[in-house]
């Protein structure tokens, strides 16, 4: 984990956040096709003796562009190699040095539902980092591995991935979220980080994606909250209390949740002080940091709680296992936008866009500081879009001079069971925007209509990047409603672009 002196600034989350209005992105079903696992605590412990012995042998670090980082990954990658998992050692380079983040999909599971857990493998160069982030490292390999000896069939596409040169501004896997294609990203509905779970005066602090402490960054991406509810579930059932934890940037989750993927997790501590509230809470030493040795050089095998590392391997796999296997959602309507299925732009007449008018069709790419309007879609070749073309500008067919709107054909909703509108979204801007201009999603029913999702603009620069959204739409189940799309330039003349596509209505 980074430590605070080295992040620079901090992520603006209040600028690249959607304000969720009972939002729920990432679906997790109460019911999973199989048991998670109890992971054996002394496997997770032989991975990190390995770890040890890879620092010792190479200058007593496994840090970026050293010796022992590549030895590390090599290790990493070999086990799963031969477990059969579809590997891959992707390669960048960041201060002169080449860095690595191993790559390992298990074969099967939906492709367009991804659920990715990840921690970092890199060490700073004055120690051997079995805690930061041995611990996080080891738990998810052994949690993958438990996956291979089982043969589990997840509804979910699961891939890890263990990244480099995290202590030197989260740049492996930053590398990796900036590489993906912006279809690809729209796939991984969810990201699990686990960064320093062995901590030897440990707390037990689960990502707060919600904000429900109300303090810090604010909440995560959309979906986020359930994240954080599966691993509070797991120590709930073990009887350890937990707290949340912000997302302040320091670790692998910052780059994901900076495209608006709902991100989660566990943490043990770090050079924070263990209060005495907390050490009645968890025990452990009041006065004294959560790990003595971070960023040192005695952050050896004999740094760890075995308690605590064995407690975060088994809810590791307690999350893996009831979001990956979860039934998948049945869909009761949806629409890819690829045939015409009877939108209708501006619906009740009352639109002052002037341009960039809501639209079926396919999109043309547009750059002004950064990607605008995205030239790609989630599926196939058309989305909805606020004016399709490129025009000789940026500004030529973005929205002016106001509101746009387009509206669904009638839906006619089944009458029993819970209901739940699913689509991806972006909204772009410049920074001459402001709040006042936005995307929100409706839905229209016969006693009135009912804001769903917003998104707010600011007065930052927004590149358009594909999100995923989900709205609980069970109070109108048994009613025939539309689903109305709005989106507004009110700021002047503020650049701004939005797509929305894959909309559809399921049973979870």
């Known amino acids: 984990m980074r430590t605070l002196r080295t992040i620079g600034r901090s992520i603006g989350m209040a600028a690249i956040l959607a304000v969720p209005l009972a939002l729920t992105p990432l679906m997790i079903p109460t019911a999973s096709a199989a048991a998670p696992p109890d992971i054996p605590l002394a496997a997770v412990k032989a991975h990190l003796s390995q770890f040890q012995s890879i620092a010792t042998a190479n200058g007593g670090n496994r840090a970026h562009g050293r010796p022992g980082y590549r030895a590390s990954a090599d290790y990493v990658k070999g086990l799963l190699d031969g477990a059969g998992f579809t590997t891959t050692l992707q390669s960048f380079t960041y201060g002169g040095a080449t860095g690595y983040n191993v790559i390992a999909d298990w074969p099967g599971g939906d492709p367009n539902d991804v659920l990715m857990v990840g921690a970092h493998l890199d060490s700073v160069t004055s120690g051997p980092g079995i805690n930061d982030n041995g611990s996080g490292s080891a738990a998810i390999l052994e949690t993958a591995l438990e996956v291979a000896r089982r043969g589990l069939t997840p509804a979910k596409h699961l891939r890890f991935a263990w990244w480099g040169a995290e ?12 590489n993906l294609p912006s279809a690809e990203r729209a796939k991984i509905k969810g990201y699990l980080n686990f960064d320093m779970v062995g901590s030897p005066n440990a707390g037990y602090f689960v990502y707060d994606g919600d904000n429900s402490d109300g303090t810090g960054s604010g909440p995560g ?16 059932s073990i009887g350890v209390p937990t707290r949340g934890t912000d997302f302040d940037g320091r670790s692998d989750y910052g780059p994901f949740i900076a495209v608006g993927i709902p991100a989660g997790g566990t943490f043990t501590g770090a050079e924070g002080t263990k209060t005495s509230a907390q050490a009645t809470l968890w025990g452990g030493t009041a006065g004294r940091a959560f790990d003595p040795c971070y960023h040192r050089s005695c952050d050896t095998t004999a740094n760890i709680s075995d308690t605590a590392l064995d407690r975060n391997a088994d809810a590791i796999a307690y999350a893996v296992w009831t979001i990956a296997t979860a039934v998948p959602p049945q869909a009761v309507w949806q629409d890819t936008f690829e045939t015409a299925t009877g939108w209708t732009a501006n619906p009740s007449g009352t639109d002052t866009a002037t341009s960039g008018q809501w639209e079926r069709g396919d999109p043309a790419a547009t750059s002004s500081s950064g990607t605008k309007q995205l030239g790609t879609t989630v599926s196939g070749v058309n989305d909805l879009v606020t004016g399709r073309l490129a025009g000789s500008s940026a500004g030529a067919y973005d929205i002016d001079g106001g509101v746009t709107s387009i509206r669904s054909p009638e839906i006619a909703l089944p009458a029993d069971g819970a209901l739940r509108l699913r689509f991806s979204w972006y909204l772009a801007h410049g920074s001459n925007s402001s709040s006042a201009d936005y995307l929100r999603v409706k839905v229209v029913g016969p006693s009135g209509t009912t804001q769903v999702f917003q998104q707010l603009g600011a007065a930052t620069d927004r590149d358009g990047a594909w999100s995923s959204a989900e709205a609980d739409v069970s109070a109108f189940a048994g009613q025939t409603v539309r689903i109305l799309v709005e989106a507004a330039d009110a700021s002047g003349a503020s650049l701004v672009e939005a797509g929305v596509d894959d909309v559809s209505i399921v049973r979870p």
Do not use: H, I
């Not at 202590?167 to 930053?174: A, C, D, F, N, T």
């Not at 991406?221 to 709930?236: I, V």
């Open 167 to 178: 202590e030197l501004g989260l740049r492996g896997s930053q590398y990796y979220v900036n």
């Open 221 to 236: 991406p959309a979906g986020s909250a359930q994240l954080e509810r599966t691993l509070q579930d797991y120590f709930a």
